[in-house]
């Protein structure tokens, strides 16, 4: 037994009836997003994607104590940056919870006190590539737990493409990261890459908006967890350099990873709206 759909190409919906595109199209990708109105407007925007990126971490797993940090540059004072406040777990916070510290590592913003390895850390990422509007450092388990095998990942799959080339390896570990030459030495060992493995401390990833640093801080800890997966089921077989290069040029942009952060973010603003107070 057949059935007959009843349809209506003039594009109006009626019940009933499948209403189709007027003018049908190919759109494999999503329109540029608005231009921010302003300095305000762009600061208030870093300000909820960071808010956001902590509750998202936190339901990553990523919340370990008092370690992690995430941060965004501000828009008007360059030299000053957005953080989280020492203490405040990552799943509680709020835009109004955030700190601003300048240069020198003094809170300009808000009371609660600062962790002093976010300044060591993120103040020479800030400083030494003013491309870097976020950086995010936590001590996720899956990138802990490779940071110890002392090397960079291999590129094993496709979302692992994204790292191909793309990211360093920080081998000096002295203890606590408190001295602002070692978050220099990270900075520099970063080198304009998305991302670092930190040798027996973790990794940490950076980017040209708070969303693709986010973002691609859970990929990266993503691919620690399946390299070490895959290297316990077996020998795993790299992706060819060539192959590698190419897929990185196609899906390794910050463009991507906004989007792809995007898509938790509407569903945790939903679900927390307390998180913009």
Same mark, same amino acid.
């Given at each position: 037994?057949?059935?007959?759909?009843?349809?209506?190409?003039?594009?109006?919906?009626?019940?009933?009836?499948?209403?189709?595109?007027?003018?049908?199209?190919?759109?494999?990708?999503?329109?540029?997003?608005?231009?921010?109105?302003?300095?305000?407007?762009?600061?208030?925007?870093?300000?909820?994607?960071?808010?956001?990126?902590?509750?998202?971490?936190?339901?990553?797993?990523?919340?370990?104590?008092?370690?992690?940090?995430?941060?965004?540059?501000?828009?008007?004072?360059?030299?000053? /940056?957005?953080?989280?406040?020492?203490?405040?777990? /990552?799943?509680?916070?709020?835009?109004?919870?955030?700190?601003?510290?300048?240069?020198?590592?003094?809170?300009?913003?808000?009371?609660?006190?600062?962790?002093?390895?976010?300044?060591?850390?993120?103040?020479?990422?800030?400083?030494?590539?003013?491309?870097?509007?976020?950086?995010?450092?936590?001590?996720?388990?899956?990138?802990?737990?490779?940071?110890?095998?002392?090397?960079?990942?291999?590129?094993?799959?496709?979302?692992?493409?994204? /790292?191909?080339?793309?990211?360093?390896? /920080?081998?000096?570990?002295?203890?606590?990261?408190?001295?602002?030459?070692?978050?220099?030495?990270?900075?520099?060992?970063?080198?304009?890459?998305?991302?670092?493995?930190?040798?027996?401390?973790?990794?940490?990833?950076?980017?040209?908006?708070?969303?693709?640093?986010?973002?691609?801080?859970?990929?990266?800890?993503?691919?620690?967890?399946?390299?070490?997966?895959?290297?316990?089921?077996?020998?795993?077989?790299?992706?060819?350099?060539?192959?590698?290069?190419?897929?990185?040029?196609?899906?390794?942009?910050?463009?991507?990873?906004?989007?792809?952060?995007?898509?938790?973010?509407?569903?945790?603003?939903?679900?927390?709206?307390?998180?913009?107070?």
């Amino acid at each position: 037994m057949s059935a007959v759909l009843d349809i209506d190409r003039s594009g109006e919906r009626s019940r009933g009836r499948l209403a189709l595109n007027p003018n049908p199209q190919r759109k494999y990708w999503f329109d540029p997003p608005a231009p921010r109105s302003g300095l305000e407007a762009e600061r208030r925007h870093r300000q909820e994607r960071l808010a956001g990126a902590f509750r998202l971490f936190a339901r990553f797993g990523f919340a370990q104590g008092l370690a992690g940090h995430i941060t965004a540059r501000d828009p008007e004072l360059t030299d000053h /940056f957005w953080v989280n406040p020492l203490g405040v777990h /990552f799943s509680r916070i709020k835009v109004s919870d955030l700190l601003l510290v300048n240069a020198a590592g003094e809170t300009v913003v808000g009371e609660r006190p600062l962790n002093k390895a976010a300044f060591a850390i993120h103040a020479a990422i800030h400083e030494h590539d003013p491309q870097v509007i976020a950086a995010a450092h936590t001590h996720s388990t899956y990138g802990k737990a490779w940071s110890t095998l002392g090397r960079k990942l291999d590129t094993l799959t496709q979302d692992g493409c994204v /790292f191909h080339d793309d990211h360093a390896l /920080f081998d000096d570990f002295t203890g606590m990261v408190v001295d602002e030459s070692e978050g220099l030495r990270i900075a520099r060992a970063l080198g304009g890459r998305k991302g670092a493995i930190l040798k027996n401390h973790g990794i940490l990833s950076a980017g040209p908006s708070v969303e693709a640093a986010a973002w691609w801080y859970i990929a990266l800890d993503n691919a620690c967890h399946t390299q070490l997966l895959a290297e316990a089921a077996g020998t795993p077989q790299a992706i060819d350099d060539a192959v590698a290069r190419h897929t990185h040029q196609q899906i390794g942009g910050p463009e991507g990873a906004l989007h792809a952060f995007e898509s938790l973010y509407e569903g945790l603003v939903e679900a927390e709206p307390e998180l913009l107070d």
